[in-house]
């Protein structure tokens, strides 16, 4: 769940979902006010999925090079894959050779009137001394991945 605070003490998140992750979390230290606005926030986790078999097999049709074995690699992985490990699986030399592959996917995802983030999301992070990359697929395209795998 990252999030940064500012000089001023503003808590600011990247996506309304972490936003309110973050507000779950502090929960136990919010007013009584404050709880029943947070109550009335929709979850996240249950808005349907933009995602159709057809806007799906659209875009699988659209992969090129390595973009599909990233999708597969991060398909096989639940917890997600480094920088690194991606890299070393698709034998790319370096993150710049994996941005192409995700900038691919990027536009490949618009084409179908979808964004990046609704079928991978990248956090930075650190592991020991190192600063990573870890790439993740959205829970609504591993579903909508393993639906229309199911039905093959």
């Not at 947070?38 to 249950?46: F, M, N, Q």
Request: hydrophobic share 35%.
């Amino acid at each position: 769940m990252p999030y940064k605070v500012t000089k001023s003490g503003e808590i600011v998140c990247d996506t309304a979902k972490e936003a309110i992750l973050l507000a779950k979390a502090m929960g136990n230290t919010m007013t009584d006010r404050s709880r029943q606005e947070r109550e009335t926030v929709p979850d996240l986790d249950s808005a349907p999925s933009r995602w159709t078999e057809s806007r799906y097999r659209e875009f699988i049709g659209l992969l090129r090079g390595h973009q599909k074995p990233f999708i597969d690699l991060l398909a096989n992985n639940l917890h997600g894959k480094t920088d690194r490990m991606i890299r070393q699986a698709l034998g790319l030399e370096t993150n710049m050779a994996l941005a192409g592959v995700t900038s691919g996917l990027a536009k490949n995802a618009m084409k179908v009137g979808m964004s990046a983030r609704e079928v991978f999301d990248k956090k930075k992070m650190n592991v020991g001394t190192e600063r990573v990359l870890e790439y993740t697929l959205s829970d609504s395209f591993r579903s909508i991945a393993s639906k229309v795998g199911k039905d093959k």
